[in-house]
């Protein structure tokens, strides 16, 4: 390590997830760390409910927990999840592991207890200090500075660096600076889904048990909308409504009284109502909050500033990656700080002409898996594609891997490689089905070649015509 290094003041904007791991390890690394948090010390207050979804924390996150030597605290925040445990109307469930290998599964973690931890962690660190409720209001980014309100005394103040990373969020106030400026050539793009979500619970059992299976992501599909649960330390299952706005018979602008929440739920998930007494308080007294996606190009100006995890790539929940996505963009930076480290404005180009496919392509991904939890997850088709899925990994874990295994459990490979061999292979398998409505698994050595090869086809088809 570099005295200069040590002598480099990086400000952060923004202590959640993202910027709490980004400060334990820039404090780690050596270099003066300053964070500046909007809101309050979440330590200190209770979070609002209803705003949150809850995290699922897989491999591609976990490898920005080993590289700060957290893996066994984070450990014990979490709770297994193997598969998504599947309810229809009626009540009936199936289980769905989520990989044919089983030590591959997601984990239920608390945002707010896993936020808590980093937090607690990068404070160790003599170098780097934490202060909230300090609002940002603009960045000057030729300037590498930045303007802030505390929001305890209204006082205004400025902070300057020699960079600035911003880890602010969807709602980014650095990027929002970028776009006003027209200082540069700044793409922007936020698209919403018709969709919405409201947080709802199934509260822990009378003896702090859970009410229904533990160790699995529950959903429950229903074509145009869904719920589902993840379970908690207490006993508790977070459960989040996704419904459309205003379409369909049911919809969150007509969801106006107790008794038609109720209503709808009778009709549409029986068995998660007998679970939750508390829904129509739950439902009257959370927000209802949209669903959307961010792009952005370029993420940096010059060596003075960077944008990072939500910030820079926002993405729906739906493939559970958002806090994975985040924490590996930590990973991938520190590793170009490795190859540049004193040349801020060559880490930063680097570190996005890296960084940005991969972002864009879980950004897809996650608007893909939103139309399989809600509809296709339930398609007797999809069904049987998992089934042949699980089957190959079961029988060849060293030689086949579905999409959802090579995005979640195969951190070694980036989102783009994971999505365009991931694609490739559904539509080898769906062809195979489609083909022969009366497939039989016959030699499993023969399917795996033949899933295989058809994969490599496809792959081959698509570069020819530049879709890969």
């Not at 334990?24 to 609002?48: A, C, F, P, W």
């Not at 939500?310 to 963009?329: K, L, T």
């Not at 880490?347 to 996005?352: A, D, G, I, L, S």
Request: proline letters at 3%.
């Amino acid at each position: 390590m570099t005295k200069s290094n040590k002598q480099q003041n990086v400000l952060i904007i923004g202590a959640g997830l993202c910027g709490s791991l980004l400060a334990l390890r820039l404090g780690q690394r050596g270099y003066n760390v300053t964070v500046m948090e909007k809101r309050s010390d979440l330590r200190k207050v209770k979070i609002s409910a209803g705003r949150s979804i809850n995290l699922a924390f897989s491999d591609r996150g976990n490898k920005g927990i080993k590289l700060v030597e957290l893996e066994k605290k984070v450990q014990e925040l979490c709770i297994p999840m193997h598969g998504r445990m599947l309810h229809d109307r009626e009540g009936n469930t199936i289980m769905s592991n989520y990989s044919g290998r089983s030590h591959e599964y997601i984990n239920s973690i608390s945002r707010g207890d896993l936020n808590a931890l980093l937090l607690d962690e990068a404070e160790k660190h003599k170098n780097v200090s934490i202060y909230f409720n300090r609002a940002c209001t603009s960045v000057d980014f030729e300037k590498t500075t930045a303007y802030f309100k505390d929001l305890e005394n209204n006082n205004e103040f400025i902070e300057d660096a020699d960079v600035i990373l911003a880890t602010d969020g969807a709602g980014s106030v650095l990027r929002q600076s970028y776009f006003t400026s027209k200082k540069f050539l700044f793409s922007f793009s936020q698209n919403f889904l018709t969709h919405g979500y409201k947080e709802l619970s199934i509260l822990p059992a009378e003896n702090g048990g859970y009410k229904t299976f533990k160790n699995a992501l529950h959903i429950w599909p229903r074509g145009d909308f869904m719920i589902i649960a993840l379970p908690n330390l207490d006993g508790s299952f977070t459960v989040t409504l996704f419904l459309s706005y205003d379409e369909g018979e049911y919809n969150f602008n007509n969801l106006t009284t107790p008794e038609r929440v109720t209503d709808f739920f009778k009709k549409e998930f029986p068995d998660a109502l007998e679970l939750m007494p508390n829904l129509t308080e739950d439902f009257f007294n959370n927000p209802t909050a949209p669903l959307g996606t961010v792009k952005c190009h370029p993420w940096h100006y010059k060596g003075n500033t960077l944008l990072l995890g939500d910030a820079a790539h926002a993405i729906v929940p739906f493939y559970g990656q958002g806090m994975n996505a985040s924490f590996e963009d930590v990973v991938e930076l520190d590793a170009v700080l490795d190859q540049y480290e004193g040349n801020w404005e060559r880490v930063f180009t680097e570190y996005e002409k890296t960084r940005k496919k991969d972002t864009d392509a879980i950004a897809d991904l996650a608007i893909d898996n939103f139309h399989e939890m809600k509809d296709h997850v339930a398609n007797p088709i999809f069904q049987e594609k998992r089934k042949i899925e699980m089957v190959l990994e079961k029988e060849f874990p060293n030689h086949y891997s579905s999409k959802y295994s090579l995005v979640t459990f195969n951190e070694h490979i980036g989102y783009r490689e994971a999505m365009l061999r991931g694609r490739a292979q559904d539509k080898a398998i769906l062809s195979l089905l489609y083909d022969d409505k009366n497939f039989i698994i016959k030699d499993l050595k023969e399917l795996l070649n033949k899933v295989n090869n058809h994969a490599e086809t496809i792959l081959k088809q698509d570069e020819i015509a530049g879709l890969k």
